[in-house]
């Protein structure tokens, strides 16, 4: 399935192909904290196929518990984390694209769940919570106003 991406300040912009049946939720912890949320979504590209159309995403090498070190890239500019990938190939097959940035992540669903030992106990959870179809009003305590 061919994608295009960008950044949320739009300096960075990419294509790729990847497999629909790849998206993956995974809940290990520096996905939390480089994700800035519970978990992060992933899709891999098919070899050889993602192309950077504009923008030059800043590198930062995470090593892993296993010692593996990868570069995680984001966005210079507003922050958002655009990919992964192998730290010592000079063009990496495989990026490991982050599902947000993804125009068509509406039609990639997870497939699977990673690191569900370090899960946040309350994600499987998420459909009992109050919804709003958009944001809701605070009243100064913080607290959501009855409507
Ligand atoms: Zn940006
Ligand atoms: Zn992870």
């Not at 891999?44 to 995403?57: I, K, N, Q």
């Not at 709003?132 to 607290?143: A, L």
């Amino acid at each position: 399935m061919r994608v295009d991406g960008q950044c949320h300040c739009g300096q960075i912009t990419y294509v790729a192909e990847v497999d629909p049946a790849t998206v993956m939720i995974c809940n290990c912890t520096d996905c939390q904290t480089m994700a800035g949320s519970a978990f992060r979504t992933l899709v891999l590209t098919r070899p050889g196929t993602f192309r950077l159309l504009s923008g030059e995403p800043k590198p930062y090498v995470k090593t892993g518990d296993s010692g593996t070190r990868r570069i995680q890239s984001f966005c210079p500019e507003c922050g958002t984390p655009i990919y992964s990938a192998p730290v010592d190939t000079a063009e990496p097959d495989i990026y490991v694209l982050r599902l947000g940035a993804v125009r068509q992540r509406d039609q990639l669903v997870p497939k699977v769940k990673l690191w569900t030992r370090s899960a946040q106990a309350w994600v499987d959870d998420m459909n009992a919570l109050p919804k709003f179809e958009t944001q809701p009003v605070f009243d100064d305590d913080g607290q959501l106003k009855p409507t």
